[in-house]
């Protein structure tokens, strides 16, 4: 009860710090929210005031994991594939190779370097799933940045539209990549005849997922009332990721599964994820909180230079990532003139997605790379919460959907 008790006054501090100064300090400087509350956990965590002990942080586990499944059903529920076909082909382009650029060189490089410089040949179970979950991080995009711009500018224009369908595929993918590394490299043992494989874990996942999303839709069909709605979504994301949290797989992605098959099926898909929506910020905060409170300062004190290397290495390739893939999408487009040469520094904004899933990796692989994993993704994420609204103000301009001047 006292766990509770902490969480619930901590949010509420945190909403109260966001309404009354951030957003005071984001108008005149001009950055995205979400930081504060990142900021927030690391003032109450273990390494400063121990108002959330190790003891609580741990407590919260199950709370965190109806946080990130929310998430993922959150983003599944927006997606529909009728809405595929109305998307031009350089939307798609742009996407994959953006991912995958970005996948493939932070995934990479951080296998080369806990495989051999820091000594983690023995263990591969550690190495390749913090290499890989690195990757799936840095892949994801969050439609914050352009958000505040479009806000703020009003910006609206084909490049805008383009932007916003890119960083929801991209969200897709993102999780997706990251939901299969508990597949393939899955932590844990059956109780079974004999263990599972990877491609009978992946099975269980996507089945699962789709499963649910059969029953939610069978036994509340059209229903009306948003009270039994949302008694009934948090029950099933309750349920969907326990389950992911017995079986060390991705809450986040078991839910958005559930959340496409909800959204390509139900007739009263508006309605849910209006009813979503109405709880969302609060397990926005939860996973915020959560990861600044997690995060192990005492480590990084103590090999500041490592932690160092390894986030200044991240950000680098990054938005080397997210560069190389815009530009080879501008330079394979049939019509080049229509997509601005510079579009995937648009993309560099990270958000919460990125958070939860470092936060989900925590909960399952912890070892001698966890503590650098979640650095180099919490710094990335303040570092380009900052820095990428003015990036994405600046394809617009090229692009001509708003004013230079403004």
Not at 325 to 348: C, D, F, H, K, V
Not at 375 to 383: E, M, P, Q, R
């Amino acid at each position: 009860m006292l766990t509770i008790i902490q969480l619930i006054a901590i949010l509420a501090i945190g909403y109260l710090s966001a309404h009354f100064l951030i957003g005071k300090l984001q108008s005149k400087f001009f950055f995205t929210s979400g930081v504060e509350y990142i900021i927030l956990g690391v003032l109450v965590g273990p390494h400063v005031t121990n108002v959330m002990t190790p003891d609580v942080v741990n407590q919260l586990s199950p709370v965190m994991s109806l946080s990130l499944g929310s998430l993922g059903l959150l983003y599944g529920l927006q997606f529909r594939f009728r809405a595929l076909a109305q998307v031009e082909s350089d939307a798609y382009r742009l996407t994959f190779l953006e991912v995958l650029a970005t996948f493939l060189l932070i995934s990479g490089a951080f296998a080369l370097l806990f495989w051999y410089p820091l000594a983690g040949q023995d263990d591969w179970m550690a190495v390749f799933p913090s290499a890989l979950a690195l990757g799936a991080t840095a892949a994801v995009s969050a439609p914050a940045a352009l958000h505040v711009v479009k806000q703020h500018y009003k910006a609206q224009g084909k490049i805008s539209e383009r932007l916003e369908f890119v960083i929801s595929l991209n969200q897709l993918l993102g999780i997706t990549l990251f939901g299969l590394i508990f597949c393939f490299l899955h932590v844990g043992e059956t109780s079974g005849i004999r263990p599972l494989t990877t491609a009978e874990w992946a099975v269980v996942n996507i089945g699962f997922g789709i499963v649910l999303g059969i029953l939610f839709y069978l036994f509340l069909g059209k229903e009306e009332s948003k009270n039994l709605l949302l008694l009934a979504l948090l029950g099933i994301v309750v349920f969907a990721s326990g389950a992911a949290y017995y079986l060390n797989l991705s809450p986040i992605f078991i839910n958005l599964v559930l959340g496409i098959m909800l959204a390509n099926t139900s007739s009263i898909r508006h309605r849910l994820l209006e009813v979503l929506h109405s709880v969302e910020k609060p397990f926005y905060v939860v996973i915020l909180v959560f990861a600044g409170a997690a995060w192990n300062l005492s480590a990084l004190a103590e090999r500041w230079y490592l932690f160092a290397l390894c986030s200044g290495l991240y950000l680098l390739l990054r938005y080397w990532g997210k560069s190389l893939g815009g530009y080879a999408a501008y330079t394979s487009s049939e019509n080049p003139e229509q997509l601005p040469r510079r579009i995937g520094l648009g993309l560099l904004s990270q958000g919460a997605v990125a958070v939860a899933m470092i936060v989900n990796y925590r909960q399952v692989y912890k070892n001698e790379f966890t503590d650098i994993a979640i650095t180099c993704v919490l710094i990335s994420v303040i570092l380009y919460e900052f820095i990428s609204p003015k990036l994405t103000k600046n394809i617009l301009i090229d692009a001509n959907e708003i004013q230079a001047a403004k």
